[in-house]
């Protein structure tokens, strides 16, 4: 049986990644809580795939809203960073990312996919897992999809707005309305 990870602190990551400038760094969950930010965390199965470029643009799409939250976005799978960088540099007409306005972070030892307990082993791929993390450093959010189905980015951003509240928001609860 799974363990609970809602409510607790989030296991700390430190990642290669391709940076949205396109140069190679690293990302982690302890730089975005020094500098009080929510990490919006997702993975995602495989670079040069159909659903997931939906996915990672949409949220590259969107990163300002996200920004205004104070939310870093970063995505993650099992791939290299060289791998992410190609994705990058293919045009979105063909199947591509393009310009992405946050990191795409390579997790190729497995180790925090196996940690957020996405991680299917027998294929060496990560399920559709999203996770917010408060500035605090603790799990606030998670949902997990199957791999045939993209997350929706308006969805997200309500849950991280109603996260923010400190407050209690009932179904359906949209940003601007009272909490209660």
């Not at 290299?80 to 795409?104: C, F």
Request: net charge negative.
């Amino acid at each position: 049986m799974a363990e609970r990870m809602v409510g607790k602190q989030a296991p700390r990551f430190e990642m290669e990644a391709v940076l949205a400038s396109k140069e190679f760094g690293k990302v982690s969950l302890e730089e975005n809580m020094k500098n009080d930010k929510w990490t919006v965390l997702f993975f995602y199965p495989m670079d040069f795939t159909f659903v997931c470029p939906t996915e990672i643009t949409a949220m590259s799409d969107r990163y300002d809203e996200f920004e205004d939250l104070d939310a870093e976005v970063i995505g993650v799978s099992t791939d290299t960073i060289h791998t992410h960088l190609a994705w990058i540099n293919t045009d979105r007409k063909e199947n591509g990312l393009g310009q992405l306005k946050y990191p795409l972070a390579a997790d190729t030892n497995h180790e925090v996919s196996r940690e957020y307990g996405v991680l299917i082993e027998e294929e060496g791929v990560a399920l559709r897992g999203l996770f917010i993390i408060n500035p605090e450093g603790e799990l606030q959010y998670q949902t997990v999809f199957h791999n045939n189905i993209g997350r929706d980015v308006d969805e997200t951003l309500r849950v991280l707005q109603a996260l923010q509240t400190g407050g209690l928001c009932p179904a359906n609860w949209k940003p601007g309305q009272k909490t209660l």
